[in-house]
């Protein structure tokens, strides 16, 4: 992997996944976008073809590459390590996610995470705010995953506020399990303060989650995953969450959490206006991670060769291995889907989800784009250019697009 800083002005024809397809972007030398004409309808390529995207967002980090979030004590220059690792998957924007602990923990490990972001100039632009899951969720066997069942609570505005409290970062969403007594008398609260109230590890019934929307749910976290193997054929959490429009839905694109036939009918189900790839990624994901013991938080996962996360001896999976450009390539293997569908999946409407509403670089905003060329097994990431630098990947000498940098 090299990181390089970027040493001239640059043009790139962008598919941009919104309503003018293709736009001209011009970045100058310091990696700020200087002008953006639309292109053309006659020059519109393939919604197939390898292009230049946006950067991708994901909602969802518990970790990655060997390092896990969930701590109090995490080095700014490993964090920063791990910025790498995710801008060379094409993950330019994210929420580093905690799972459950006591409140304290909870704290320590936010101002762990605030120190080495405010140490870090890439840190301060990719971390868009955290997302923490829990604690008020579902304590029930197979709900509640690999969060520790102990520190789970009934809601408490005092215990966000807490969290809230000193933050150098906004937390943009909150997952919580409507049934838990509370949730929902804190839904409302924590959408106007500007958080995302999501659902998930959660044994609610359909009247229940339909209540959490009426309060002003929006989202369902990792959806079909949290869940025992076993479930009721109706009257399930699941489906609940499928039917209601209000909320997006995030999937585990991973092929091990949803196998991709399931996935195809839950992507129907919610229509990719309501979808979300995420990556649910925890120390143990990353396309260089070797397979071995990994932590999130207090527990203890294994990833095996094959690449599946479980908690070691039961069945339970316990956050994911994958990296966002796999899933990418995932879907357009899977369903055939083009630029258009990954690009809503991936960045419009995860920013949606955290009620952002610009999706498309604008004149001052850093680069943030990447190369994608064809790949074996669908689109690779050849460069991803961020602000100032570029990370160019040299083990892939075909850059089609390398010849675009040289224009004035
Ligand atoms: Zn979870």
């Known amino acids: 992997m090299a990181f390089i800083a970027r040493a001239a002005s640059s043009t ?23 002008s953006i004409l639309p292109c053309r309808p006659a020059e519109a390529t393939s919604p197939h073809a390898p292009c230049v995207t946006p950067g991708l967002v994901d909602i969802q980090v518990n970790g990655f590459a060997g390092v896990d979030f969930n701590t109090a004590t995490l080095p700014p220059a490993t964090f920063e390590s791990v910025l790498h690792e995710l801008l060379a998957c094409g993950v330019t924007r994210f929420l580093p996610t905690l799972i459950t602990a006591d409140e304290d923990d909870l704290v320590e490990r936010l101002e762990a995470l605030d120190r080495a972001i405010a140490a870090s100039p890439l840190g301060q632009q990719m971390v868009m705010g955290y997302h923490v899951e829990g604690p008020f969720l579902s304590k029930q066997g197979g709900y509640s995953g690999c969060h520790p069942a102990d520190a789970m609570k009934p809601a408490s505005l005092a215990t966000v506020e807490r969290l809230l409290t000193g933050r150098r970062k906004p937390i943009r969403i909150l997952t919580m399990a409507p049934e838990v007594p509370g949730v929902i008398e804190l839904i409302p609260i924590l959408r106007a303060r500007g958080i995302t109230c999501s659902i ?42 499928l039917a209601e429009d209000g909320l997006f839905a995030g999937f585990i694109a991973d092929g091990i959490h949803i196998p991709s036939a ?8 919610k229509t990719v206006r309501r979808s979300i790839l995420t990556s649910d990624a925890a120390a143990a994901a990353g396309p260089n991670t070797p397979a071995g013991i990994y932590t999130i938080g207090e527990a203890r996962i294994e990833r095996s060769p094959d690449g599946v996360v479980r908690i070691p001896g039961s069945p339970y999976l316990a956050g994911s291995s994958v990296s966002m450009d796999q899933m990418v390539r995932n879907v357009m293997t899977w369903f055939d889907f083009g630029w258009d569908d990954v690009l809503r999946l991936c960045r419009v409407n995860p920013l949606h989800a955290i009620a952002e509403t610009r999706t498309v670089p604008a004149i001052g905003d850093w680069a943030d784009f990447i190369e994608w060329i064809d790949g074996e097994n669908g689109p690779q990431i050849a460069r991803v250019h961020f602000g ?21």
């Not at 339909?210 to 489906?239: F, I, M, W, Y």
């Not at 399931?262 to 189900?269: C, E, I, N, S």
């Not at 990947?393 to 850059?399: A, C, E, G, K, M």
């Open 12 to 34: 790139f024809r962008v598919y941009s996944g919104d309503d003018a397809p293709q736009i001209d972007v011009v970045v100058d030398a310091g990696g700020r976008i200087d």
């Open 200 to 241: 998930g590890h959660t044994a609610a019934d359909a009247e229940t989650i339909h209540r959490a929307v009426e309060a002003g749910a929006t989202l369902s976290t990792h959806l079909g995953n949290g869940l025992p193997h076993q479930l009721a054929k109706n009257d399930n959490p699941l489906l609940a969450q």
């Open 262 to 269: 399931v996935l195809r009918t839950w992507l129907r189900a």
């Open 388 to 408: 100032p630098w570029i990370w160019n990947d040299t083990q892939r000498p075909n850059l089609q697009h390398g010849e675009q940098e040289k224009r004035p």
